[in-house]
Every structure is written in C-alpha cells, then in structure tokens.
C-alpha cells in the first residue's frame, strides 16, 4: 500500500494502479469526476481516503487545499474502460460525484453528498448529511438517512425507506416509493408512475404527493392530523378514515380535515386513483368514497415551507 501525505496548498498529483492512500486534514472535500463503471464510498476511522482500483484503471489524484480529487488519468471520460472503484473516507467528509457513466453505492457519511450521473443507478445508506442526486436513466435508492433529501431522476424509480428529515423526490417515468418516513416536509411528484407513502404526519408538517399518470396510497398507522386537499380529473378517492364535512366544488377539488389539522396534505392525480389507507396496501373496504370530479386544481391548496418562509419577509 503507498502511503502519500501531502502539506501544501500546490496540486500534487500521482497515477493510481492498485490500492492508495492519501492523508486528509479536518474539512477536506473529495471530489469525483468523469469515473466510468461502479463507484463505491464507504467510511472508516481514519483521517485519509483509500483508493482501491484494478490495475487497468489508472486514475490521477489530486490535493489541492481544501480538497481531494479522483479522475480518469485520461482527459475525456471515454478514454478508458468501465471498471469498479472502492473508496474509503472519513466518516465527516463532504463528497461530491459528477459522472455521467457511473453508478454510485454511498454508505455511512456524515458529510454532505452530491452525486450527478446520466447513465447509473445510485445507491445511499446510513448517511447524516444532506444528499442531493440526479441521474437520468437509474433508479434511486436510499435508506436509514437523516437530513434533508433531494432526489430526481428521468426515467427510473426513487425508492426511500427509514429515513428521517425532509425529502423533495421528483421523477418524470417511474413511480416513488417512501416506507417508514418521519419528515416535516415531503414532496413527492411523478408524471408516470404511482405514488406510495408509508409514515407519520408531524405537526405543522407539509406533505404533498402528486401524479399524472398513476395512483397515491398513503399508508397511515393511526388517524393523523391534518387539513387534506384532493384533486383529480380522471380517478377517484377513498379513504379508511372517516371523512367529515366535506367541501366539494365542481372544477376545484375536494377539502376537508381529519383530526386536529395539525399537518397540510395535498394529493393530486390527474387520471388516477386517491387513497387514505391505515392498512398497508389499502385492502379494507373504504369508509369514504369520492367520484366528483372536475377541472385539475386543489381549492386554495396550502403553500409549501418554502412559500411560507417568502411570505414572512
């Protein structure tokens, strides 16, 4: 194993075959760009990040202040082939890929994550830190998270179980997946795919979960409290909570509180089907059903925090 310390602020840079570690200071950033094949990060207790590469994917590294960078040795990303990266940091390390033909498979950090592919699927675990990850063709996966999360992806599914903060999940073709979710914001949007949702609605907490072409079911242990906003064109809307007092109005949706309306709610489906379900899967018979439809807009649907926060100023 080749050991290499660097001290200065002036980029040093060496040619990576096998396995290389290269010491870090407190703060230190790693950045990886133009990687081809499997990126794989995981943590350890050391301050220094591992490298370990098969011997036909030479590789530079690079030390600069403040940061470490990882790429092919060669200057376009084609110029070599595919192959599989393991990289070992420290837990507190901030880590950010830009690879459009890498997968990615993150575990363990602390540190804020930012990964940005086209082609790969991208794989997140235990981490505390914020992650922020866009790929076009791939699926998204992340588990036992907390932080805040920001997920999008062209054409592939966004799956999240475990997971403990704030979410904005967002894809074009594939459906979105949140088991045992505690967030006090959640949105949730797909144009073609189904919308699931399995959690606890905190006080004050904003959740919106919308679809064009596909169902919602939100699975809700307990009755929660919150004001609900529905809208649907094509579908319909049930729910295995008792619906009081409900306000329709043709062209503009369906509105109405369960509980003490602590949380907002609002689902939206342009052509598919709405439901409350306090069974995963929604197998019960419903206790309400709603078909009233109309023009595709929510009456008076709640702001986001974000909208919130703009008001206040």
């Given at each position: ?52 590469v ?19 040795e ?13 990289i ?19 575990r ?12 790969g ?49 967002e ?30 609605f ?9 679809t ?20 649907t ?14 306000r329709?109005k ?9 509980g003490d ?8 489906s342009?052509?598919?089907r ?40």
């Amino acid at each position: 194993m080749t050991s290499l310390l660097v001290a200065t602020a002036v980029a040093a840079a060496v040619s990576a075959y096998a396995d290389t570690v290269v010491d870090v200071r407190p703060d230190t950033k790693l950045w990886l760009r133009n990687l081809r094949g499997t990126v794989q990060v995981s943590t350890w207790g050391k301050n220094a990040v591992r490298l370990q590469v098969p011997s036909l994917g030479r590789v530079r590294i690079a030390q600069r202040a403040g940061t470490v960078s990882i790429e092919p040795e060669y200057a376009h990303p084609h110029g070599m082939d595919a192959t599989r990266y393991v990289i070992t940091v420290p837990a507190w390390m901030g880590v950010a890929m830009v690879s459009p033909e890498a997968s990615a498979r993150v575990r363990g950090l602390k540190g804020d994550l930012i990964v940005r592919t086209v082609n790969g699927q991208v794989e997140v675990a235990d981490n505390e830190g914020s992650v922020s990850v866009s790929s076009v063709q791939g699926p998204i996966l992340v588990a036992r998270a907390r932080g805040h999360l920001d997920l999008n992806s062209v054409n592939g599914p966004i799956t999240l179980a475990d997971v403990t903060g704030s979410v904005n999940a967002e894809t074009v073709n594939g459906s979105i997946e949140l088991a045992r979710v505690i967030a006090d914001s959640v949105e949730a949007t797909t144009l073609n795919g189904f919308v699931r949702f399995d959690g606890h609605f905190l006080d004050k907490g904003w959740y919106h979960f919308a679809t064009h072409n596909g169902d919602i079911v939100v699975d809700l242990p307990k009755e929660p409290d919150a004001q609900v906003w529905v809208a649907t064109y094509g579908g319909q809307f049930s729910s295995d909570f008792p619906v009081s007092a409900p306000r329709a109005k043709h062209g503009k949706g369906l509105q109405f509180t369960l509980g003490d309306g602590k949380a907002k709610l609002q689902l939206e489906s342009f052509m598919g089907r709405i439901r409350l379900s306090r069974e995963a899967g929604g197998r019960r018979t419903p206790v309400f059903e709603w078909r009233d439809f109309g023009q595709f807009t929510p009456p008076n649907p709640p702001n986001s925090p974000d909208d919130d926060h703009e008001e206040d100023k």
